[in-house]
């Protein structure tokens, strides 16, 4: 750096360099809109086939949008059914389409999951997923927020920054082929959100100006730089300027803000999560199990209060089911080498795991773990009140979405739902059941509605409106009968 420029930075003081970002973007109690928020929930795994998907109830012989048996690895969230939308015939039909092949079966669904568009060679997806593109559009619109998104990940195996492994990749992407990472210890997640806590904003004003000239510097050296790169890296150094902009935007709009500070969560709230063991060779049946079972509802109730105190208003929680070990299941049981073999297994009528009453139960036991971790948000959001009094679940959206259909590795039938209205803007309790068209490409096929549309659907409800989302050629337009009459 020349000699000028470095007292140009020196200039600007310490406190612009680190300044720290002050968490909310609105006074509490101001007379304007209650801001909405959606949190995409993931699940690596499907789930049993005859177990997870709407049947009729009891003595039926079929079932109907409010008539239907709750599936029972969901029978957690059985009470919330008043708040839910659940689909029949939803089909991850860009998968199923594209082109290119997957480097493997997870990837088929993984790199489709959450973009709903043809992937990036066989392995990555091709785009940027739904939460990232509605949290991209929400900055746009001047929804400053401290973090543009919230990244977590709930697993047995939360030991990433241990030594062993690197740091945890979800099916989250800012672009093509961009994979973000995610955080998944309750006490790294909780400084992430909550601590640099400000407790002084008499110089805001000063900050504002030292921040402008920072960030006007910057810009700077950037155009000077890019003029001597090649078209491509030239290409990336203005994504990386427009990033810049959008920082100081926001940074901006939070220190001429209210803080709403006062919603944040006492350090203790993550205290017991500090005693565990979190090395990756600890023992399964126990420890894993053990801090899954701590860990993860804290983590749930993380990503509520940031919701809450406006942190950010997208969050993406990519959650494993429980270890199975500390359900009962040890490999070689049931002939199967693990609990991923055995869902295989039990998933494929023609097997003797499919027709095992006690192979079944053990599989609903560990989804349904599953299930009442997304209770235990749900829950969280439902206690949490607005500066209106109102539940903070009147206003967030819970979308929960899979890496495939069921343990076949099958991307149709999708068992996917929603827990919110997000201020009515959806009418719940239903069962929506989508119907099905042969495949003009592959006669043999048919195809439910196109995963896609519920992304346009979710997009709507945040404010988002889009015609259609990621593949443009399979895309639709929003599931209607989503919305409220």
Known sequence: MKRRDLLKVGALGSAA???????????????????????????QDGLLIGDGEPKPPPGATSYDARNFAFPACLQPLAELRRDMLLFDNLDMVSATTDPTSPANAHLAGETHALTGAYRLGDSLPGAASIDQFIAQELSRSGAATALRSLEVFCSADMAYNDGFKGPKKIPSTSAAGQKLDALGRPDEIFERLFGNPVTNTANTSALIERQKRLFDFLRGEHSDVG??????DRRKL?????????????QRALLASQDRQVLWPSRTLVDPA?????????????????RYELAVPLNMKLVAAAL?????????????PPPPEGLGFSGGMYDAIDFHDLIHKANDPKTSQAQNPEVRSLIIRVLQN?????RILADELATLKEVDGSRLLDHTLIVFTSQIGWGSHALERLPWFTIGNIDGYFDTGRLIVLERSTDPR??????G?????????????????????????????????????
Do not use: C
């Open 449 to 485: 509605r196109p995963h896609n549309d519920l992304f346009v659907s979710v997009a709507g409800a945040m404010g988002v409106s889009i015609g259609k989302f990621g593949e443009a050629s399979v895309s639709t337009g929003p599931i209607v009968e989503m919305r409220t009459a």
């Open 274 to 290: 500090r005693s565990l063991n979190w090395t990756y060779n600890a023992d399964r049946r126990t420890t894993w199990y053990n």
């Open 308 to 320: 809450h105190a406006d942190v950010t208003r997208v969050a993406t929680i990519a959650l494993d």
């Open 227 to 232: 003029t001597r790169l090649p078209e491509d």
């Open 17 to 43: 360099l680190a300044v720290p970002l002050l968490r909310g973007s609105r006074a509490l109690g101001a007379p304007v809109p209650i801001p909405k928020r959606v949190v995409f929930v993931y699940l």
């Open 442 to 447: 592959a006669t043999w096929r048919t195809n």
């Open 238 to 250: 203005d994504q990386h300027i427009q990033h810049l902009s959008d920082i100081e935007a926001r």
């Open 370 to 374: 599953a299930m009442h971790k997304v």
